[in-house]
């Protein structure tokens, strides 16, 4: 796969030149909480992912996507199919937007709409499902927006800042099975 393209963005394989991109979302302590991350990552760690980064989801078990806006290359967003699992077929999403001027330009929801169509039409997959913080609200409508259900929450589950929180999974099956 190289691009899919939507009407205002499109998403593509990661490159070697998005090693700063990758290395500045990887390492913004404002969004460690819904990443999953604790610890930074070092440029020489992210360019050996880069390097890895054309496995294809049955090795590598995910999948990154740089979602870009215009032609001339640079990233504003990854979108991501992690925990793949190809027995049951279903997998993990997850997405982010770099910076308060890419939002709100409906860039998250091309990128989910691309993504999804991909997922089920080329990887045949049955369902998605998305672990969100019940404080997001954006994630939570974008996600809701698409189809996907609340099917739990779980309580207490993520520590920030000393306060746990709740984080909702949500569920979208394939309507083509």
């Known amino acids: ?4 393209k939507g009407k205002k963005i499109y998403i593509r394989a990661l490159e070697p030149n998005d090693l700063e991109f990758i290395y500045a979302i990887e390492n913004d302590q404002n969004i ?6 604790h610890t930074p990552y070092s ?3 992210v360019k050996q992912y880069l390097e890895n980064a054309h496995q294809d989801i049955y090795e590598a078990k995910q ?3 740089a979602i870009c806006q215009d ?4 990233a504003v967003g990854l979108v991501d199919l992690f925990d793949f699992d190809p ?3 279903r997998a993990g999403v997850g997405i982010v937007i770099r910076g308060n001027e890419n939002k ?3 860039i998250g929801s091309e990128a989910l709409a691309l993504l999804i169509e991909y997922a089920f039409s080329n990887l045949n997959l049955h369902q998605l499902f998305a672990n969100i913080g019940t404080e997001n609200v954006a994630s939570n409508a974008l996600f809701t927006k698409f189809g ?10 993520i520590l920030v800042k000393g306060k746990y929180k709740d984080e909702a999974m949500y569920q979208l099956i394939n309507p083509y099975f």
Do not use: A, C, H, Y
């Open 1 to 4: 796969m190289n691009t899919l």
């Open 32 to 37: 460690w909480e819904v990443s999953n991350t």
């Open 43 to 45: 440029r020489f760690l």
């Open 63 to 65: 999948l990154r996507l």
């Open 71 to 74: 032609q001339d290359f640079p």
């Open 87 to 89: 027995k049951n077929n």
């Open 104 to 106: 709100n330009k409906n």
């Open 148 to 157: 996907f259900k609340k099917i739990g929450v779980k309580t207490g589950w």
